[in-house]
């Protein structure tokens, strides 16, 4: 059988390629000829990955709650992906960071837009029901949502906002991250004690957010940013990328938090408290923490009426882009 041309340069240019790393290109034929072609469920996993929406109730609408948190955890990794790829680039321009940005605020973009499935999309009798088998699980446990802002910013930003100028950057991690903003959340108000919702995330990951906090000092997205040329600093589609991120992950987002929290948690001037005790009016307004990733992109009129709006126009017209 006669070989074409374009397929012997193939050959010769692998050939060439498994002699240059020391290996047989023969064996690696034939693996070509006993392997199976792959499918799209081997590929993807379907089964396995379809396999891992367990219930704990019989209410129906339990399988949307645990699959949308599913889902959401999957984007928060995409998400992280492209936060490595920033901090870890060893030539930073302004363009592969815009381009790395957008596609994040794009995931985020998604997260927010679909919230209206946890709003929405469940029965209130149902959720108060079946909510009470999950505890004391609660979102307030993302791991991956606090990786996010540890990659994002510096931990002096966040501390709670009103200890947070009695902290700097030359403040030990191990003191900034005991006065982190999130732990208030995990506080029952009444006792003032913590809840076993927060005793049991940072027990699980308290060591883990120690040594990325560690890895990422003074080279977070935002240390990355404030080194970069001063040119850079000012390209107008990385600054809006940056403060779009920003009123993504700390306002857009929250408020939809608050808007299901309010739909399932509030009735008849009643509040009922969170999955886990999270004490969540005091916890998930951004008007109260006022976290900002990147605290110089923004104008002291701006940091004051931070989140006190349910989604500004001009943000929202921002993220069509």
């Known amino acids: 059988m006669e070989i074409k041309p374009e397929i ?49 109730t019989h209410f129906p609408d339990e399988m949307i709650f645990i699959t949308y948190h599913q889902i959401t955890e999957l984007y928060f990794k995409l998400i992280i992906h492209e936060q490595k790829q920033i901090i870890e680039s060893a030539t930073l321009t302004a363009s592969f960071f815009t381009e790395k940005l957008n596609r994040i605020n794009r995931y985020f973009r998604i997260l927010i837009d679909s919230f209206d499935v946890m709003i929405k999309g469940m029965e209130r009798e149902q959720f108060l029901k079946f909510r009470m088998a999950l505890l004391p699980a609660s979102g307030f446990q993302s791991a991956q949502f606090r990786m996010i802002e540890l990659y994002s910013t510096p931990l002096e930003n966040l501390v709670s906002a009103e200890i947070r100028n009695d ?24 006792t003032g004690e913590k809840t076993l919702t ?82 969540w009016k005091k916890f998930l307004p951004p008007s109260f923490q006022r976290i900002s990733f990147f605290p110089d992109l923004w104008s002291k009129e701006e940091k004051e009426n931070w989140g006190k709006q349910w989604v500004n126009h001009t943000f929202n017209t921002e993220n069509k882009k």
């Open 8 to 56: 012997a340069e193939r050959i010769i240019k692998l050939e060439e390629k498994f002699k240059n790393s020391g290996q047989d290109m023969g064996s690696y034929l034939d693996g070509l000829l006993y392997d199976r072609y792959l499918s799209y469920w081997d590929y993807i996993e379907v089964d396995t990955l379809l396999s891992l929406q367990k219930t704990n």
């Open 167 to 190: 902290f700097s950057e030359k403040t030990s991690i191990d003191e900034l991250y005991e006065n982190i903003y999130w732990k208030k959340g995990g506080i029952d108000l009444e």
């Open 198 to 279: 927060l005793k049991q995330f940072e027990k699980r990951y308290t060591p883990r957010f120690l040594r990325i906090a560690n890895a990422v000092y003074e080279n977070t997205i935002y240390h990355r940013y404030l080194k970069m040329h001063e040119d850079d600093r000012h390209d107008k589609d990385l600054v809006k990328a940056m403060r779009n991120l920003d009123v993504n992950v700390n306002i857009n987002w929250l408020l939809m938090h608050m808007g299901a929290a309010y739909r399932y948690l509030s009735k008849d001037k009643e509040t009922v408290k969170a999955t886990g005790g999270t004490n």
